[in-house]
Protein backbone atom coordinates (compact mmCIF):
# COMPACT_ATOMS: atom_id res chain seq x y z
CA UNK A 1 0.00 0.00 0.00
CA UNK A 2 0.89 3.77 -0.54
CA UNK A 3 1.33 6.23 2.44
CA UNK A 4 -1.79 6.99 3.28
CA UNK A 5 -3.52 4.92 1.24
CA UNK A 6 -5.23 2.97 4.57
CA UNK A 7 -6.42 6.44 5.30
CA UNK A 8 -8.61 6.84 1.84
CA UNK A 9 -10.23 3.48 2.16
CA UNK A 10 -11.18 3.75 6.03
CA UNK A 11 -13.14 7.06 4.81
CA UNK A 12 -14.41 4.91 1.39
CA UNK A 13 -15.70 1.64 3.45
CA UNK A 14 -18.77 3.56 6.07
CA UNK A 15 -19.71 5.20 3.02
CA UNK A 16 -20.14 1.85 1.02
CA UNK A 17 -21.64 0.71 4.71
CA UNK A 18 -24.46 3.40 5.14
CA UNK A 19 -25.41 2.73 1.35
CA UNK A 20 -26.06 -1.12 1.86
CA UNK A 21 -27.87 0.02 5.46
CA UNK A 22 -30.03 2.21 3.13
CA UNK A 23 -30.95 -0.38 0.33
CA UNK A 24 -31.68 -2.81 2.96
CA UNK A 25 -34.04 0.01 5.15
CA UNK A 26 -35.71 0.86 1.61
CA UNK A 27 -36.43 -3.01 0.95
CA UNK A 28 -38.33 -3.84 4.41
CA UNK A 29 -40.30 -0.79 3.87
CA UNK A 30 -41.60 -2.01 0.42
CA UNK A 31 -41.96 -5.48 1.87
CA UNK A 32 -43.83 -4.04 4.58
CA UNK A 33 -45.86 -1.94 2.00
CA UNK A 34 -46.59 -5.20 0.01
CA UNK A 35 -47.52 -7.44 3.37
CA UNK A 36 -50.02 -4.06 4.21
CA UNK A 37 -51.15 -4.35 0.87
CA UNK A 38 -52.46 -8.25 0.69
CA UNK A 39 -54.01 -8.14 4.48
CA UNK A 40 -56.68 -5.10 3.00
CA UNK A 41 -56.98 -7.77 -0.38
CA UNK A 42 -57.50 -10.28 1.60
CA UNK A 43 -60.33 -8.22 3.62
CA UNK A 44 -61.76 -6.83 0.76
CA UNK A 45 -61.93 -10.63 -0.42
CA UNK A 46 -60.64 -9.88 -3.57
CA UNK A 47 -57.57 -12.37 -3.92
CA UNK A 48 -55.52 -11.09 -7.16
CA UNK A 49 -52.58 -11.09 -5.68
CA UNK A 50 -52.23 -14.58 -5.96
CA UNK A 51 -51.96 -14.23 -9.69
CA UNK A 52 -48.56 -15.06 -10.86
CA UNK A 53 -46.41 -12.27 -12.23
CA UNK A 54 -42.72 -12.44 -13.56
CA UNK A 55 -40.44 -10.63 -11.57
CA UNK A 56 -37.62 -10.92 -13.92
CA UNK A 57 -35.58 -7.49 -14.64
CA UNK A 58 -33.57 -7.73 -17.48
CA UNK A 59 -30.90 -5.01 -15.88
CA UNK A 60 -30.31 -4.90 -12.34
CA UNK A 61 -28.11 -3.23 -10.14
CA UNK A 62 -25.99 -4.95 -7.54
CA UNK A 63 -25.67 -2.47 -4.44
CA UNK A 64 -23.84 0.17 -6.13
CA UNK A 65 -22.66 -1.57 -8.97
CA UNK A 66 -25.12 -0.13 -11.58
CA UNK A 67 -24.96 -1.26 -15.48
CA UNK A 68 -23.92 1.61 -18.41
CA UNK A 69 -25.50 1.05 -21.46
CA UNK A 70 -25.94 3.31 -24.73
CA UNK A 71 -29.35 3.94 -26.01
CA UNK A 72 -29.47 1.74 -29.17
CA UNK A 73 -28.35 -1.16 -27.20
CA UNK A 74 -30.92 -4.04 -27.11
CA UNK A 75 -31.29 -5.90 -24.74
CA UNK A 76 -34.02 -8.92 -24.71
CA UNK A 77 -36.23 -9.27 -22.20
CA UNK A 78 -35.15 -12.99 -21.00
CA UNK A 79 -31.52 -11.67 -20.61
CA UNK A 80 -29.77 -10.91 -17.61
CA UNK A 81 -27.31 -8.11 -17.44
CA UNK A 82 -26.37 -7.44 -14.19
CA UNK A 83 -23.53 -4.86 -12.08
CA UNK A 84 -20.84 -3.59 -12.99
CA UNK A 85 -21.24 -3.80 -17.11
CA UNK A 86 -20.36 -1.73 -19.99
CA UNK A 87 -22.55 -2.25 -23.21
CA UNK A 88 -21.47 0.07 -26.04
CA UNK A 89 -22.88 1.41 -28.98
CA UNK A 90 -25.33 -1.30 -31.07
CA UNK A 91 -24.18 -4.25 -28.55
CA UNK A 92 -26.78 -6.47 -28.50
CA UNK A 93 -27.48 -9.44 -25.40
CA UNK A 94 -29.85 -12.02 -26.96
CA UNK A 95 -32.90 -14.05 -25.50
CA UNK A 96 -31.59 -16.19 -22.28
CA UNK A 97 -28.07 -14.57 -22.11
CA UNK A 98 -26.44 -13.41 -18.98
CA UNK A 99 -24.02 -11.12 -18.65
CA UNK A 100 -22.92 -10.87 -14.85
CA UNK A 101 -20.41 -8.13 -13.65
CA UNK A 102 -20.85 -8.95 -9.61
CA UNK A 103 -17.79 -9.45 -8.32
CA UNK A 104 -15.66 -7.77 -11.27
CA UNK A 105 -16.58 -5.59 -14.48
CA UNK A 106 -17.89 -6.70 -17.74
CA UNK A 107 -17.10 -4.66 -20.73
CA UNK A 108 -19.07 -5.51 -24.44
CA UNK A 109 -17.46 -3.29 -27.19
CA UNK A 110 -19.59 -1.53 -29.99
CA UNK A 111 -21.44 -3.79 -32.53
CA UNK A 112 -20.84 -6.73 -30.36
CA UNK A 113 -23.69 -9.53 -29.70
CA UNK A 114 -24.05 -11.81 -26.75
CA UNK A 115 -26.34 -14.37 -28.24
CA UNK A 116 -29.09 -17.08 -27.01
CA UNK A 117 -28.19 -18.36 -23.53
CA UNK A 118 -24.37 -17.47 -23.69
CA UNK A 119 -23.31 -16.36 -20.49
CA UNK A 120 -20.35 -13.94 -19.88
CA UNK A 121 -18.71 -12.71 -16.46
CA UNK A 122 -15.66 -11.90 -14.14
CA UNK A 123 -14.05 -13.60 -11.27
CA UNK A 124 -13.44 -12.72 -8.14
CA UNK A 125 -9.60 -13.71 -8.98
CA UNK A 126 -7.48 -15.59 -11.62
CA UNK A 127 -5.28 -18.69 -11.05
CA UNK A 128 -3.04 -17.27 -13.90
CA UNK A 129 -2.30 -14.29 -12.11
CA UNK A 130 -3.97 -11.94 -14.85
CA UNK A 131 -7.01 -9.42 -14.46
CA UNK A 132 -9.92 -11.09 -13.06
CA UNK A 133 -12.76 -9.00 -15.14
CA UNK A 134 -13.67 -9.64 -18.44
CA UNK A 135 -13.56 -7.35 -21.66
CA UNK A 136 -15.02 -8.23 -25.12
CA UNK A 137 -14.25 -5.62 -28.02
CA UNK A 138 -15.79 -4.50 -30.69
CA UNK A 139 -17.69 -6.12 -34.15
CA UNK A 140 -17.35 -9.49 -32.14
CA UNK A 141 -20.35 -12.69 -32.08
CA UNK A 142 -20.44 -14.62 -29.42
CA UNK A 143 -22.36 -17.85 -30.45
CA UNK A 144 -25.45 -19.26 -28.82
CA UNK A 145 -24.42 -21.45 -25.36
CA UNK A 146 -20.86 -20.25 -25.08
CA UNK A 147 -19.37 -19.15 -21.58
CA UNK A 148 -16.66 -16.54 -20.98
CA UNK A 149 -15.34 -16.17 -17.71
CA UNK A 150 -12.60 -13.46 -17.17
CA UNK A 151 -11.44 -13.52 -20.35
CA UNK A 152 -10.01 -11.22 -23.45
CA UNK A 153 -11.54 -10.83 -26.30
CA UNK A 154 -10.50 -8.41 -29.07
CA UNK A 155 -12.16 -6.94 -32.11
CA UNK A 156 -13.36 -8.42 -34.84
CA UNK A 157 -13.13 -11.86 -33.41
CA UNK A 158 -16.23 -15.02 -33.50
CA UNK A 159 -16.55 -17.54 -30.88
CA UNK A 160 -18.96 -20.22 -31.75
CA UNK A 161 -21.45 -21.82 -30.40
CA UNK A 162 -20.93 -23.63 -27.09
CA UNK A 163 -17.48 -22.79 -26.81
CA UNK A 164 -15.20 -21.97 -23.20
CA UNK A 165 -13.09 -19.42 -22.95
CA UNK A 166 -11.78 -19.79 -18.90
CA UNK A 167 -10.08 -17.21 -17.04
CA UNK A 168 -6.96 -15.28 -18.23
CA UNK A 169 -7.40 -16.82 -21.55
CA UNK A 170 -6.61 -14.12 -24.64
CA UNK A 171 -8.55 -14.43 -28.21
CA UNK A 172 -6.80 -11.80 -30.44
CA UNK A 173 -7.87 -9.40 -33.49
CA UNK A 174 -9.46 -10.88 -36.38
CA UNK A 175 -9.49 -14.60 -34.69
CA UNK A 176 -12.37 -17.65 -34.85
CA UNK A 177 -12.80 -20.03 -32.57
CA UNK A 178 -14.93 -22.81 -33.81
CA UNK A 179 -18.20 -24.42 -32.15
CA UNK A 180 -17.75 -26.30 -29.18
CA UNK A 181 -13.85 -25.52 -28.38
CA UNK A 182 -12.64 -25.06 -25.14
CA UNK A 183 -9.88 -22.36 -24.42
CA UNK A 184 -7.90 -23.02 -21.32
CA UNK A 185 -6.96 -20.99 -18.73
CA UNK A 186 -4.27 -18.71 -19.52
CA UNK A 187 -4.38 -19.66 -23.28
CA UNK A 188 -3.55 -17.61 -26.20
CA UNK A 189 -4.89 -17.49 -29.95
CA UNK A 190 -2.89 -14.92 -32.24
CA UNK A 191 -4.44 -13.20 -34.75
CA UNK A 192 -6.04 -14.35 -38.32
CA UNK A 193 -6.39 -17.64 -37.14
CA UNK A 194 -8.83 -20.44 -36.45
CA UNK A 195 -8.83 -22.44 -34.01
CA UNK A 196 -11.11 -25.41 -32.40
CA UNK A 197 -11.23 -28.51 -30.53
CA UNK A 198 -11.20 -29.63 -27.18
CA UNK A 199 -8.44 -29.74 -26.10
CA UNK A 200 -7.87 -26.50 -28.65
CA UNK A 201 -5.77 -26.90 -31.55
CA UNK A 202 -4.88 -24.65 -34.59
CA UNK A 203 -6.84 -25.39 -37.60
CA UNK A 204 -5.95 -22.73 -40.57
CA UNK A 205 -4.91 -19.29 -41.40
CA UNK A 206 -7.79 -16.91 -42.34
CA UNK A 207 -8.30 -15.40 -45.63
CA UNK A 208 -8.75 -11.55 -45.92
CA UNK A 209 -11.80 -11.83 -47.18
CA UNK A 210 -13.25 -14.43 -44.18
CA UNK A 211 -11.35 -11.37 -42.08
CA UNK A 212 -13.97 -8.59 -43.61
CA UNK A 213 -16.67 -10.74 -43.03
CA UNK A 214 -16.63 -11.33 -39.43
CA UNK A 215 -17.68 -7.71 -39.20
CA UNK A 216 -20.46 -7.63 -41.84
CA UNK A 217 -21.70 -10.54 -39.51
CA UNK A 218 -21.57 -8.28 -36.91
CA UNK A 219 -23.56 -5.62 -38.54
CA UNK A 220 -26.37 -8.13 -39.96
CA UNK A 221 -26.71 -9.29 -36.28
CA UNK A 222 -27.34 -5.41 -35.33
CA UNK A 223 -29.29 -5.04 -38.01
CA UNK A 224 -31.59 -7.56 -36.63
CA UNK A 225 -31.45 -6.68 -33.01
CA UNK A 226 -32.97 -2.96 -34.66
CA UNK A 227 -35.60 -4.80 -35.58
CA UNK A 228 -36.29 -6.84 -32.33
CA UNK A 229 -35.97 -3.67 -30.14
CA UNK A 230 -38.81 -1.59 -32.55
CA UNK A 231 -40.90 -4.42 -30.70
CA UNK A 232 -40.75 -3.07 -27.28
CA UNK A 233 -41.94 0.52 -26.24
CA UNK A 234 -39.39 2.43 -24.25
CA UNK A 235 -39.65 2.52 -20.80
CA UNK A 236 -40.23 5.85 -19.22
CA UNK A 237 -38.03 7.93 -17.31
CA UNK A 238 -40.12 11.00 -16.34
CA UNK A 239 -40.56 9.90 -12.69
CA UNK A 240 -36.72 10.61 -12.66
CA UNK A 241 -37.33 14.30 -13.70
CA UNK A 242 -37.21 16.80 -10.26
CA UNK A 243 -38.97 20.21 -10.78
Known sequence: YLPGEDKVLLEIAPTAMLGRAFFHAGRMLRETGQALERVGLRAQDNLIFREKISRHRAVMNLYEKRPEKSLDVFIAPSASVIGDVILNDGSSVWYGAVVRGDV????????????????????????????????????????????????????????????????????????????????????????????????????????????????????????????????????????????
Open 104 to 243: NAVTVGGCTNIQDRAVVHAATTSPTGFKANCSVGSWCSIGQGAVLKACTVEDHCIIGAGSVLLEGSLVEAHAVLEPGSVLPAGARVPSGEVWGGNPIAFVRKLAKEEMSDIEKQATAVQATAKEHMDQFLPYGTAYQLRE
